[in-house]
Structure formats: structure tokens, C-alpha cells
């Protein structure tokens, strides 16, 4: 049986580590996709703060401000009403509105979102970039990344691609942990933790490959259920269903008349924080069709999840009532399990030492392939066979001749 999952745990390394070392590179830069972002767009991303005020402090945006750039942007021709926009987190960033992208040709072709970047104090418009599209310049980079890590740069169908990778990654670790499995002894477990064999290349590949699979390999499993919901939630929903309670997750709609005025996205808002005081409101979802809601982005105080935060709040686009609400911090069972995922996934859940050891960890894909290979390589060569000793000729017996 340890051969057949030996077999396996090589089989599927070798099927599948191009694509593993792929996603764990991006993902390790993605662990900083915000600030480097930033640092890499600086006039597209950045602005001056406000007089009196210092970079990075956190800022609460008025919902008057956020109306005001929404405005802004349906007055003007060459945009005209978002989709979605994302306000300020700290001082010195920017809004950020989303469009919604036209419906790609096929289920291969990546779907790309056009993103218009504006100043928070003066509503001018900075630039913008269409998040999806591939490149390697400044503003196309991180999205870039994003999207391989994501979609592979193949839209929905790569999405069921990733998703296979991460079944993958997920048999991977646990066969790797059978293999590594040592005898109960308190020396051999040493050996199976501890590197040696320096100068040696094929056994410190060996002992390097078994070693580092017994550090990573917790995280290794987290990062491949969450990287599977992410993408194809449908295949991971049964397995948290049969452990704790999972709330649907469906669209929620207006209970209002259709045809009775509209509220503005600052009475949205103002719903939201009504209900969330102390949260601050990451970004704001525009209907765009009579029978949709407001959806409103908040992060609590204490959430796992930073950023955008993890808090919902739909709001009846017609009477400004709260349709749904979702509260990570009051979730208990399968909602809490799943409100940990992405900050698990991030590394962000513990702060900069969450987010560097998940940097790290996205190196040891590679690691792992090289040495992996290594071993491979090494042991498939089959000794060559011992030749029979050639065959010693008896010497010649002399028979002395008789005498007459």
C-alpha cells in the first residue's frame, strides 16, 4: 500500500508541478498585491493626503463623498455609472470604480473589467486600466499575476483548472505525509525533520524534499481546500455541510416596488453604517437592474479578514431596508468556517507574520519539484546487472608415462 501512494504522491507531482510552482510564485507576490501595487503605480493608485493629514492613517469616507464621485463619474460621457466602487482605506488612496465587462466569447477567454481611478479630494480622474488584461507593464502587472493565479488567464474554464490543481495539491500533501511517515522511534522521527547531506546533491534533495513536506504541509492543506472553494466552492460546500450548518449563499432581492423612487448610493451607505457603526465601509455594489439591492462592504473592528473585511449588508435599493446581513463575527459553524478562508489563505489572519510565512511557503512548490525530480531521477536508473564470472578452464592434467 505506502508503494501505491508512493506512486501517486510521484504521479501527481510530476503532472501537476509546473502548475503548482506557477501558483505558488504568484501567490507569494500576491500575499503583497496591494502595497506593491501601489509602490508600482504610484501616480495611478496615490495621491496627497489632505493638509494636516499623514499617509496610511485610516480614513472614514462621508457617504456625501462617495455620491459625490459617482456623480462625477455618470455625468461625464467617457464613464458614466460603475458597477462597483471601492473607497479609500488610508489616507492618500483613491476611489476606485469597476465596470462591468462585457460577456466573453467563451468560457476560455478571460473577461476583463475596466477600473477608473479618481482623486478623493479634487474628483479628477486619474487614469484607469482594464483589470483582466494581460501584460507586463506597471499598471497590468499585478492584475496580471491576480489572473494567473486565479483563472490562469483562462476565464471561468481555468477557474475548473485550478481548481483540479488544487484537488491535487490537497492528495499531494497527504500522500507526501504517509510516505514521510517514519518508524516510532525518537531517532528516526529526528532524521525524517532535520536536513543533512550537504555535498551530497541526491540525498540532500531527498532529505531537504521530506523535511520541508513536514513543515508546510499544514499550511499546504489549507491553501488547497480554500484555493478549491475560491474557485469551485460547489466541490468543498458538502464536506463543511456535513460537519456544521452552511447558510445559502443566494442573491438577495428588493422587497419594494420596482416602480417607487430610488435612493442614492449615500442613503445606502448611511443604512450600512447604521447598523455597523463602528465598521468601515470598503466598497459599494450599484444596481443595476430594478429588482437589485445596494450591496455594501464593511470591516469590523476584530475581523480575520482585513482589507475590504468580510461584513455584508444588502440594502432595498427602493425604501433603503436592510434585506440580508452578514456578520463574521456573530457566524458560528460552516459561516465562520468559510469567513476564515480567505484570510487563512492570504496569510493575513496573523498580521505581516501570517502574510510572510505564506510568502515563503509559496517558494516551496519550486523547491519541492527540483528535489522531487532529483529523487526521481536518482532512483529510476537502474543499477546495472553483475556480470557472471567468466568460466576458469581446468588446467590440463599430465599423466606421467608408465614405465615398461
Known amino acids: 500500500m505506502k508503494n501505491l501512494i508512493r506512486n501517486v504522491h510521484l504521479w501527481a507531482g510530476l503532472i501537476f508541478g509546473t502548475i503548482l510552482v506557477l501558483q505558488g510564485l504568484t501567490g507569494s507576490l500576491l500575499s503583497w498585491r496591494h502595497e506593491l501595487d501601489a509602490w508600482l503605480n504610484p501616480g495611478l493608485l496615490r495621491v496627497a493626503p489632505p493638509s494636516g493629514k499623514a499617509a496610511g492613517q485610516p480614513v472614514l469616507i462621508e457617504p456625501a463623498a462617495a455620491?459625490?464621485?459617482?456623480?462625477?463619474?455618470?455625468?461625464?460621457?467617457?464613464?458614466?455609472?460603475?458597477?462597483?466602487?471601492?473607497?479609500?482605506?488610508?489616507?492618500?488612496?483613491?476611489?476606485?470604480?469597476?465596470?462591468?465587462?462585457?460577456?466573453?466569447?467563451?468560457?476560455?477567454d478571460q473577461g476583463v473589467t475596466r477600473q477608473v481611478m479618481v482623486d478623493p479630494a479634487s474628483l479628477a480622474?486619474?487614469?484607469?486600466?482594464n483589470w483582466g488584461e494581460a501584460g507586463l507593464s506597471r499598471p497590468l502587472l499585478m492584475p496580471t499575476l491576480f489572473h494567473l493565479h486565479r483563472?490562469?488567464?483562462?476565464?471561468?474554464?481555468?477557474?475548473v483548472v485550478i481548481a483540479v490543481q488544487g484537488v491535487a495539491l490537497f492528495l499531494?500533501?497527504?500522500?507526501?505525509?504517509?510516505?514521510?511517515?517514519?518508524?516510532?522511534?525518537?531517532?528516526?522521527?529526528?532524521?525524517?525533520?532535520?536536513?543533512?547531506?550537504?555535498?551530497?546533491?541526491p540525498k540532500f534533495s531527498f532529505r531537504l524534499h521530506r523535511a520541508a513536506g513536514f513543515y508546510t504541509a499544514p499550511v499546504l492543506l489549507v491553501l488547497a481546500v480554500t484555493g478549491v472553494y475560491f474557485n469551485m466552492p460547489a466541490w468543498v460546500t458538502p464536506a463543511i455541510k456535513a460537519v456544521a450548518p452552511l447558510t445559502p449563499n443566494t442573491k438577495a432581492a428588493n422587497a419594494s416596488d420596482a416602480a417607487s423612487p430610488r435612493i442614492g448610493i449615500d442613503a445606502a451607505m448611511a443604512a450600512a453604517q447604521a447598523r455597523f457603526p463602528d465598521g468601515r465601509i470598503s466598497r459599494v455594489s450599484i444596481p443595476a437592474k430594478p429588482e437589485q439591492p445596494f450591496e455594501v462592504r464593511l470591516r469590523q473592528p476584530g475581523e480575520l479578514r482585513h482589507g475590504n473585511g468580510a461584513t455584508r449588508v444588502s440594502v432595498d435599493a427602493g425604501n433603503g431596508a436592510l434585506l440580508r446581513v452578514v456578520d463574521p463575527l456573530a457566524a458560528h459553524g460552516g459561516d465562520w468556517m468559510v469567513s476564515t478562508f480567505y484570510p487563512l489563505h492570504t496569510g493575513e489572519a496573523f498580521g505581516a507574520l501570517g502574510r510572510?510565512?505564506?510568502?515563503?511557503?509559496?517558494?516551496?512548490?519550486?523547491?519541492?519539484?527540483?528535489?522531487?525530480v532529483v529523487v526521481w531521477l536518482k532512483f529510476r536508473r537502474k543499477p546495472a546487472k553483475p556480470r557472471a564470472p567468466a568460466a576458469v578452464k581446468p588446467a590440463p592434467?599430465?599423466?606421467?608415462?608408465?614405465v615398461e
Open 67 to 108: 455620491a459625490a464621485v459617482v456623480e462625477r463619474l455618470v455625468r461625464d460621457p467617457a464613464y458614466g455609472r460603475p458597477d462597483t466602487i471601492f473607497l479609500p482605506e488610508t489616507q492618500g488612496d483613491v476611489y476606485v470604480a469597476w465596470y462591468r465587462p462585457a460577456k466573453p466569447a467563451s468560457d476560455w
Open 125 to 129: 480622474v486619474l487614469g484607469e486600466r
Open 151 to 159: 483563472y490562469l488567464m483562462a476565464g471561468e474554464a481555468g477557474k
Open 172 to 201: 499531494l500533501t497527504l500522500t507526501g505525509i504517509v510516505v514521510w511517515w517514519p518508524k516510532m522511534t525518537l531517532n528516526a522521527f529526528w532524521h525524517a525533520i532535520t536536513v543533512r547531506g550537504w555535498g551530497q546533491w
Open 356 to 372: 510572510i510565512l505564506i510568502s515563503i511557503v509559496g517558494v516551496t512548490p519550486l523547491a519541492f519539484f527540483i528535489t522531487g
Open 397 to 402: 592434467v599430465r599423466v606421467p608415462a608408465t
